[in-house]
């Protein structure tokens, strides 16, 4: 192999292994897939959620299991399929935030957030900040919308506080790097 053709695959590899800071993607899981993330949602129990600034809403972690392996599965093949990144918690979500913007960045590398139920409306979603710590991408609701980002890197919120909102179900799971 010629050196510029190694230079060129080393290039290629490092392109390979790159995320977007923010992907989304509707439609993410089939209809199938779908009813089952949402089968039980009303019917799990959900513990609330504190930090410094108070409530932020309400979990039920679960474990990746052989029953739920698929839901994980996909998440890598379309977000990370070169990359090897760790479980760290994974957990449905229920939040109706109306006071103020929780504006945040995660202890992990990586969010995944999938849409369940709420109204499909603007400020049920997400919010992201620029590196001058402006609000500036808006993700509305959609059901079944996913969004897979750099949660350490990129301040981000639910907008809820900011205008009209619902309830909201989501499905949250976090990734780290794998510690070498």
């Known amino acids: 192999m010629k050196k510029e053709d190694?230079?060129?695959k080393d290039?290629?590899?490092?392109v390979k292994n790159i995320i977007p800071d923010i992907q989304i993607k509707d439609n993410f899981f089939s209809k199938k897939e779908f009813n089952i993330l949402l089968s039980n949602i009303h019917s799990i129990p959900y513990e609330s959620q504190n930090n410094l600034a108070g409530n932020f809403g309400f979990r039920h972690q679960f474990k990746k299991n052989s029953k739920n392996n698929w839901i994980f599965n996909k998440i890598k093949k379309h977000f990370f399929p070169n990359l090897d990144l760790e479980l760290f918690e994974s957990a449905y979500h229920l939040r109706h935030?109306?006071?103020?913007?929780?504006?945040?960045?995660?202890?992990?590398?990586?969010?995944?957030?999938?849409?369940?139920?709420?109204?499909?409306?603007?400020?049920?979603?997400?919010?992201?900040?620029?590196?001058?710590k402006n609000l500036d991408r808006y993700v509305g609701f959609f059901k079944n919308r996913a969004l897979f980002f750099n949660g350490k890197k990129i301040f981000h919120t639910d907008l809820q506080a900011l205008g009209k909102s619902s309830p909201r179900y989501t499905l949250n799971i976090f990734y780290t790097k794998p510690k070498f």
């Open 6 to 8: 190694l230079k060129n």
């Open 11 to 14: 290039t290629k590899d490092r």
């Open 97 to 132: 935030n109306k006071t103020k913007p929780l504006v945040h960045r995660d202890p992990t590398d990586y969010n995944f957030i999938l849409y369940l139920e709420g109204k499909e409306i603007f400020y049920n979603g997400t919010g992201f900040y620029n590196s001058e």
